[in-house]
């Protein structure tokens, strides 16, 4: 894969290919949700973010998430594993 853009203004996955030299499965990956409600959708996004434990999403993608919840999330995310 070749960066065209400024180091500056990388996105996190291809800040991720620069740091570790990992290269990800584009053709194996998975929808993890549908939701047609914009409004659910960014929960269930949120959720989902949350639940990974090495994520590359930005975190500040959840900042509107209730950190109340976390621990819910915790135990769905220890049961359903």
Known sequence: MI????????SVISRHKLDHDH????K????????????????????????QENCLNKQSDTERFPEIYLPIIGKISSTHT
Not at 23 to 26: E, G, P, V
């Open 28 to 51: 194996n990956v998975s929808i993890l949700d549908s939701e047609q409600s914009y409004y659910k959708r960014m929960i269930s996004e949120m959720i989902h973010i949350k639940r």
């Open 23 to 26: 290269t990800i499965d584009w």
């Open 3 to 10: 960066l065209k853009k400024p180091t500056n203004s990388l």
